[in-house]
């Protein structure tokens, strides 16, 4: 059976809810992942019953069957500089593992609205904040895991004239930032027509780096949130090397349709395994975390259909 979608769903989906989590809280999605010695840990969005979100971790030793700690990882700031960036919350970490160091690109929010602000860790105990590292008005920050051309890259999704869009920039130290270059657009009348944003940091391949990313349609009863892939050059990550025209996954399980908002599946992160399995970690309906897989060599060809 080919399936409705490319990834396949695991059946224990959705692998996190809010009755994992040991604390009272609101919703627990957009989780990103590591692979660690032993085992798997997520990085996860959890919502606060009073609107908020923050961070907290949970573990596993398979990939599939998380514990989450006892308490809360990361908070959002609440006295110095970074109060007045994070006063809205910490939204979508994306991790990048680069030198040895975990680098958390996160979405901070306040009255002035969203932007990507950069951590790092050792040890997923401590955690430092580096730098703000974008004006208002962008979100969907990933870093890729190595250096481009001698400069550490990363893709965003500025706000420009109301149409969100993914950027490359670059960046000689991770805190100052230029070099700009739009990389793909909305796609008029296409499952991805209305936004675009970067959702996994980039996978380095032999065909280009895999981004897996996320599209949205609006529909007269709001909008539609679907993954997809896309290939970009090596060397130029501007250069789009392939696109091809389908989701690898869009909401129709109940858990992706209902919820805080429905209709969404929102990949964070992805962890490729030894076997070339690749594991998509993705929020439903901005209520639980789910996994969907496929092998590597499907989803590169899907950017080349
Ligand atoms: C995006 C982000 C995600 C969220 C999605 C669907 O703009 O805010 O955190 O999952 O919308 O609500």
């Not at 514990?67 to 991790?95: F, H, K, N, Y």
């Not at 009863?221 to 389908?246: E, K, N, T, W």
């Not at 901005?286 to 989803?299: G, Q, S």
Request: proline letters at 7%; glycine letters at 10%.
């Amino acid at each position: 059976m080919a399936g409705r979608d490319l990834l396949q769903r695991h059946e224990d989906n959705p692998l996190l809810t809010v009755d994992d989590i040991p604390y009272r809280c609101n919703t627990v999605f957009n989780g990103s992942p590591v692979k660690i010695d032993d085992g798997y840990l997520m990085l996860l969005r959890v919502e606060g019953q009073q609107g908020y979100s923050f961070f907290s971790i949970a573990r596993s030793p398979d990939g599939i069957h998380f514990t989450a700690d006892d308490a809360p990882a990361m908070l959002p700031a609440s006295e110095g500089p970074w109060q007045m960036w994070e006063e809205g919350g910490i939204e979508d970490p994306r991790i990048t593992r680069f030198d040895g160091t975990y680098y958390i690109l996160y979405t901070a929010t306040s009255r002035y609205g969203h932007y990507i602000a950069l951590a790092s860790t050792e040890d997923f105990e401590a955690f430092t904040r580096i730098a703000v590292i974008s004006g208002p008005g962008n979100k969907d920050g990933v870093l890729f895991p190595d250096r481009i051309r001698g400069l550490y890259a990363r893709l965003d999704r500025p706000f420009g004239n109301g149409v969100g869009s993914v950027w490359v920039s670059y960046s000689p130290d991770l805190i100052h930032w230029g070099r700009s270059r739009i990389v793909f657009r909305p796609r008029p009348r296409f499952w991805d027509s209305y936004r675009v944003g970067a959702s996994a940091p980039p996978i380095r391949t032999d065909w280009g780096w895999l981004e897996i990313y996320h599209g949205v349609r609006m529909t007269s009863s709001g909008p539609i949130y679907r993954i997809g892939a896309i290939m970009l050059d090596l060397q130029d990550p501007s250069r789009v090397v392939g696109h091809g025209p389908l989701p690898l996954l869009s909401p129709r399980e109940d858990y992706e349709r209902i919820g805080d908002v429905g209709n969404v599946v929102f990949a964070c992160g992805a962890v490729v395994e030894d076997d070339g399995q690749v594991k998509i970690y993705y929020g439903a309906a901005d209520t639980a975390i789910c996994v969907a897989t496929a092998p590597m060599e499907r989803i590169i060809a899907s950017c080349f259909e």
